[in-house]
């Protein structure tokens, strides 16, 4: 028996106690029982009614001392949240003019947009300067994610080829829809603490002799899991300037983001020899799974309208339940009931019983 109980239930005692001493008693001045007749049961009840009402007052508050709790679980349907960030590929390689890959690409990318109604979606285009070149100054954001799909479409219609440079930066174009998807809120989480260029760097030296990737872990952890947010990125070239792409999307998989990678097989130069292409298409391959994504490539552009197709199924929006846990405190329908009881002790003792 718990410590607050064994004290309730001695209040109760000494309360019935005080009750019952308390209560004047009486006498009939007469010589024998059969001289007065015997009250009836409703009568009786009613004369140990304040008797009663005190004992259940007294019990009631001895189960209040407890501090009665009870665990409640609920559940709610809600919709979960979508933002995404598609990245195109600006390079030379893409083509101009209303047959080229790049306005083909446009009008898939518009149409992928208008099935994706009512989430926020952002726009980020990437190509580069040269080989050498290094930074995120080879991708853009041109729009960030809204739910405005009239400015997505406007953003999309200002890609061209050649936008930012010759090259493909796809690094640099996951880099910047990452940053289009959390810089706010580490901004927010770390004040002046944040900082993008040294964000970048921390990234940026993995797998290197000098790797440090404290402050890259340590944005992650203040700006916490990113839920619900995606990149989806497409190119007709291999990676060949910029950010390694696997570093970006490691940090994308540290952050909760998938990242899904749509390629069209493009015959021009990328300044590469065939083995380095190889070798990073397979780390590319191998990153963006790990990330959860998806990596779908063809050699056929009449196909990408079906790869469009898979990666909207697979993040299509989706209800899901919400399940929480709450403690309801008991005690107020225990007072309520103690209020009923004291009421009606008055009526009894106060009312009933007083009258002649």
Known sequence: ??????????????????????????????????QAKP????P??????????????ACAAAYALTNPKRTVETAKIQLRDRVYVISIDCSTSMGNGPDSTMERIKEMTKEFVRKRE???????????????????????????PTDDLAQVES??????????????????????????????????????????VRLERSVDSLGTPGEDLRYAQEVAEAVGTQTGKFIILFTDGKFNTGMFPPKAIWFARRLGMRVHFIAYESSGATGLSPQ??????????????????????????DAMPA????????????????????????????????????????LVEHLWLKVP
């Not at 009250?39 to 409703?42: D, N, P």
């Not at 050649?162 to 289009?180: E, K």
């Open 1 to 34: 028996m718990s410590g607050e109980l064994l004290f309730g239930l001695t209040v109760a005692g000494l309360l019935l106690a005080w009750v019952a001493a308390s209560r004047p008693r009486q006498w009939l001045n007469i010589p024998s029982r059969r």
């Open 276 to 301: 380095e292409q190889e070798e990073n298409k397979r780390a590319i391959i191998k990153s963006v799974l790990e990330s959860g994504g998806l990596y779908r490539e063809s050699s056929n552009l």
């Open 44 to 57: 009786q009840l009613l004369m140990g009614g304040p008797l009663l009402m005190w004992f259940l007052i």
């Open 155 to 196: 953003a999309i219609g200002v890609t061209k080829q050649g936008l930012l440079g010759a090259y493909t930066a796809i690094g640099d174009g996951i880099w910047v829809s990452i940053m289009a998807l959390m810089e706010d809120q580490a901004a927010d989480a770390l004040g002046e603490n944040y900082s993008r």
């Open 118 to 144: 009512g989430d926020f979606i952002g726009i980020s285009a990437y190509s580069g300067a040269s080989s050498k070149s290094r930074g995120n100054g080879y991708a853009r954001v041109i729009v960030p």
């Open 307 to 346: 790869l469009f197709e898979e990666v909207h199924r697979a993040e299509e929006r989706t209800f899901i339940l919400d399940r929480a846990r709450r403690t309801v405190d008991r005690r107020y329908p225990v007072y309520v009931f103690m209020a009923a009881c004291f009421i009606a002790w008055l």
């Open 39 to 42: 009250a009836g049961f409703v």
